[in-house]
């Protein structure tokens, strides 16, 4: 599928928002804290955590560029191996290997080099195979990436699958409407979260709503400026 500069970021924006309530600035891929659902250190512009993973493969991603900070992060990837971080309660204490991490990924959010290794790793693992499983969609619209990309950052990019398996509606390629077979989607991973065994997982319906409301005005290219949870994108 085509998607010109302006609506990748507009998509970018969107998960920001949705991550972290604001637009991503130079200083968001400094934010580091411990999240309350078990996914212990979310980081950087795109939250990436300790227990997906994500995490590490950004640390190792600033470590082979060779940041600033590289040689005092590679002696934390045992650490960050044995996801230390969702074992420790998420206000604390968090005992002092992890505190040191915390500042010290804090720190190395100000590196560009820091800058380039979250957007490459994110480019890479889940950017790229949701332009893929948009493609085999035979998806077209912008907002169609947003919806897949959304469950690519939240969910990972095989929980896709699972939801289109859910509803009966064909896909663009197979000769079905794209806005209808989005629209079904979206229901269809709302109803997914919704009764998620995870209280705080039931809670991320906002994200669908957000997206049907971008669906209410007809926003189907991203076009700017438009808001998100009352947070504008320009």
């Known amino acids: ?7 990748k970021r507009a998509i970018d924006c969107v998960l920001a928002i949705f991550e972290t309530g604001r637009v991503p600035t130079a200083a968001s891929y400094a934010t580091c804290t411990i999240l309350a659902d078990g996914a212990g250190i979310s980081y950087g512009k795109h939250q990436c955590t300790d227990k997906a993973g994500s995490l590490d493969l950004v640390v190792k991603a600033y470590i082979k560029k060779g940041g600033k900070h590289a040689k005092e992060l590679e ?3 045992p650490l960050l ?5 969702t074992k420790v309660p998420p206000k604390g204490p ?3 290997e992890v505190t040191s991490l915390v500042n010290l990924l804090k720190t190395a959010g100000a590196d560009p080099i820091m800058h380039e290794a979250q ?16 493609k085999d969609a035979g998806l ?8 897949i990309y959304d469950t690519c950052i939240h969910s990972g990019p095989g929980r896709v699958a699972t939801h289109r398996a859910a509803f009966p509606q ?4 197979n000769g079905g409407d794209e806005k209808e077979w989005i629209k079904a989607y979206l229901n269809a991973r709302r109803a997914w979260l919704a009764g998620n065994s995870n209280t705080l997982v039931q809670k991320t319906v906002y994200r669908q709503d957000a997206i049907l409301d971008l669906i209410k005005v007809d926003n189907w290219d991203l076009k700017l400026p438009f808001a998100v949870r009352g947070v504008k994108i320009s």
């Open 1 to 7: 599928m085509n998607y010109t500069a302006d609506q």
């Open 75 to 77: 002696a934390c990837l």
């Open 81 to 85: 191996a044995s996801n230390a971080s």
């Open 94 to 96: 968090w005992g002092p």
């Open 119 to 134: 957007d490459e790793v994110f480019d890479a693992n889940y950017f790229l195979p949701a332009v893929n499983h948009a």
């Open 140 to 147: 077209t619209t912008a907002l169609g990436l947003l919806v």
């Open 170 to 173: 064909k896909s663009p390629k």
